[in-house]
């Protein structure tokens, strides 16, 4: 089981399936507007962010 508040960067595979959600985009802009949450299966990458399409750090939600 993922550490909860263990991060993940879009481009990275999956430990786990479950739904994320955007904490941060990498590059340190706002993601306050982007609360999307995505479901990701084990071994899929995690996408860019869906509001910015920018790289982001993603955390798992359930």
Do not use: I
């Amino acid at each position: 089981m993922a550490n909860n508040n263990q991060t993940y960067k879009t481009g990275e595979k999956a430990p786990e399936s479950g739904k994320y959600k955007v904490q941060s985009l990498v590059n340190g802009g706002s993601s306050n507007q982007d609360d999307t949450e995505v479901k990701v299966e084990e071994g899929e990458q995690f996408p860019p962010s869906p509001s910015s399409n920018d790289a982001a750090n993603w955390v798992k939600v359930s």
